[in-house]
C-alpha cells in the first residue's frame, strides 16, 4: 500500500484554469513537502508545510493535519506549469527525518 | 541563492563497472540525503546521513552501495558493482533548517 496517494495522475488544462492537486497520506508525519519535476528531471521545492496555508505567487498549499490531507492550487495556469508535482511527506523515525514521495501528478497546460 | 550541485549530470557506464556519484550540498546544511528515481516511477529514498554516518537507509540501499563525505564539502554515493537495474536518476539533497531539503539537479545513471 502506498502510503502516500495523490490525484489525479495525469491532467490537462487550457492556460488560465484553475487547477487542484490532491495529496492523501497514511502514516503520521512532520510535515509535508510539494515538490515540481521538470521534464529534465530536476526537483524544485515549492512548499513545506506543516499546518495550514501557504501562498506563492500563483501558488497556493493547505494541509488538514487531522484528514491526513494536503491540496496544491494553481491559480491562472500557464504553459510554463506543465511539469510532474510531487507530493513528499516527512517522517521522523529514531531520531532521522526521511521523505517518502507520491507517485506525481503530471500536469499539461496548453496555450 | 545556494544550491545543491550534482556531478556528472549523466553518467554511462558499462553492467559490473563502479560509479561514484558527486554532490557538493550547501554549505552549512548539517543533513544529506540520496534519492533515486527509475525512469517513469516515483521518487525512492535510498540514504540519510548526519555527523559522519548513516543515520537510516531503505532496502535499496544494500552493500553494493556506500556513502561518504571524504572532505566535508563532498558528499558521494559509490555503486561498487552496476546492475542494469540501477539505472536511474539519482538526487542528493541537503537539509539545513527543519525538515526543508533541497535538491541537487540530479545525476542520470546509465548502466549498459
Known amino acids: 500500500k502506498n502510503e502516500v496517494e495523490q490525484s489525479p495522475q495525469n491532467l490537462t488544462a487550457q492556460e488560465g484554469e484553475f487547477i487542484t492537486i490532491n495529496c492523501s497520506y497514511s502514516v503520521g508525519i512532520s510535515a509535508l513537502h510539494w515538490l515540481q519535476q521538470h521534464p529534465g528531471g530536476g526537483i524544485v521545492s515549492l512548499f513545506m508545510?506543516?499546518?495550514g496555508k501557504k501562498k506563492h505567487g500563483r501558488l497556493i498549499a493547505t494541509i488538514n493535519i487531522q484528514e491526513k490531507h494536503s491540496s496544491l492550487h494553481i491559480t491562472a495556469s500557464h504553459p510554463r506549469d506543465s511539469a510532474v508535482y510531487i507530493c513528499?511527506?516527512?517522517?521522523?523515525?529514531?531520531?532521522?527525518?526521511?521523505?517518502?514521495f507520491g507517485k506525481g501528478m503530471k500536469l499539461t497546460v496548453n496555450p | 541563492e545556494p544550491e545543491v550541485t550534482q556531478t556528472p549530470s549523466h553518467q554511462v557506464t558499462q553492467m559490473g563497472q563502479e560509479v561514484i556519484l558527486r554532490c557538493v550540498p550547501i554549505?552549512?546544511?548539517?543533513?544529506f540525503y540520496w534519492y533515486r528515481q527509475i525512469l517513469g516511477q516515483k521518487v525512492e529514498f535510498l540514504v540519510s546521513f548526519y555527523n559522519n554516518e548513516i543515520s537510516e537507509k531503505s532496502e535499496i540501499f544494500d552493500d553494493q552501495f556506500s556513502v561518504e563525505r571524504p572532505d566535508g564539502s563532498n558528499f558521494t554515493l559509490k555503486i561498487r558493482s552496476t546492475k542494469l537495474e540501477d539505472s536511474a536518476m539519482y538526487f542528493c539533497?541537503?537539509?539545513?533548517?527543519?525538515?526543508?531539503?533541497?535538491f541537487g539537479a540530479g545525476t542520470r545513471l546509465s548502466v549498459l
Open positions: 539533497a541537503s537539509m539545513g533548517g527543519i525538515y526543508i531539503q533541497y
Open positions: 508545510l506543516s499546518s
Open positions: 554549505s552549512n546544511h548539517l543533513y
Open positions: 513528499a511527506v516527512v517522517i521522523t523515525q529514531g531520531g532521522s527525518e526521511k521523505l517518502v
